[in-house]
């Protein structure tokens, strides 16, 4: 088994920057990748990005592509999620999930085994 724990959430202005945590720890050898994903009140969880565990090729979602940037650390088993130039629409709980072999579809949230319990992020205007 793997724990997710995201930190890092919060208020902030539209335009602002903001970086959020996901410490993974456990099994943490195994991971092929770890996906963040968010999700709005009344609308479905939606991709926002993910980073594999063995190479570090990281993938993004439409509407965050150029403003948003997953990084890692492997000493401290952490993912980054750096947000830029947020926008109200960004307002979500975002989440972590990593995904163990056999790989699957990056983009689907079913495709993930452990989640996170989310941190809020709240984009004023």
């Known amino acids: 088994q793997v724990q997710l724990v995201e930190s890092g959430g919060g208020l902030v202005q539209a335009g602002d920057s903001l970086t959020l945590s996901c410490a993974a720890s456990g099994r943490t050898f195994n991971i092929n990748a770890l996906g963040w994903f968010r999700q709005a009140p009344g609308k479905e969880r939606e991709f926002v990005g993910v980073?594999?565990?063995?190479?570090?090729?990281?993938y993004y979602g439409d509407s965050v592509k150029d403003r948003f940037t997953i990084s890692r650390d492997n000493a401290k088993n952490t993912v980054y999620l750096q947000m830029n130039s947020l926008k109200p629409e960004d307002t979500a709980v975002y989440f972590c999930?990593?995904?163990?072999?056999?790989?699957?579809?990056?983009?689907?949230?079913?495709?993930?085994?452990?989640w996170g319990q989310g941190t809020q992020v709240t984009v004023s205007s």
């Open positions: 980073i594999t565990w063995g190479r570090g090729s990281t």
């Open positions: 999930a990593a995904q163990f072999p056999p790989p699957r579809t990056i983009k689907g949230m079913r495709n993930y085994d452990y």
